[in-house]
């Protein structure tokens, strides 16, 4: 199992994503990636309490339900830190990783991609008005990336509901070469998902597909872009 991460501040001033990994022996892993919102430095708070609560929580198993909780217990540690002045939120990737077994869980617009063989196989949904455009047949996928609701979250965590509607899925992974990619919008909006694929296959090792991956992001953004995270596992099985 090998992994790779970075975080960038892009053009802004400050960096309002997260990103955090622990591991339990050689084939066990949690990873999160989360996008703080609130601005005024909250967002940044929101992203940390939320990474921070799920990977310190992990017990090391691979378990849906549990990791459904640690995402519940995330949104309520977001809650605690709100103040009347900022009313923080954040949205998150996590995946855990034991030996074949896969589990995840987002809420938001930050995004898991997982891939076998060098084929990207499955990609979390966002919640957000943009992604319901797509379900009402309004725009095609590929024009979620510069819709005009493109920044409408519908779910995050710090929001008023409680518990909050998080979405989960689990993959007992067949024998093969996997990789799972965690990322913020601030990622996914420049890079497209068969250039993920491209890159994937050219790669020698995650960080290599993230230094990839990157020069493309780095071609696109406008001065003033957002922050951008992403996290890379590969796996063998």
Known sequence: MQTASYTDTGGR????????????GEDALCMVVADGLGGH???ALASAAAADTICNGWDGAAS??????????AHRAVRAIQTPACAMKST????ELVGNRAV???????RLYRFQDGKLVFQTRDHSAS??????GDITVDQIRFHEDRNRVLRALGQADDPLNVETGEQTLPPGRHAFLLCSDGFWEYVLEKEMAVDLKAAADPLDWLVR??????ARTPEDNDNNTAAAVWTEV
Do not use: C, F, Y
């Open 213 to 218: 991956m990157r020069a493309r992001l780095s």
């Open 131 to 136: 992604q319901i455009a797509v379900a009402m």
């Open 64 to 73: 849906p339900d549990g990791l459904k909780e640690l995402v519940q217990e």
């Open 13 to 24: 001033p400050g960096n309002e994503d997260a990103t955090r990994q622990v591991r339990r």
């Open 41 to 43: 430095g909250g967002g």
């Open 92 to 95: 998150v990737a996590a995946l």
């Open 104 to 110: 995840w869980a987002h809420v938001g617009d930050s």
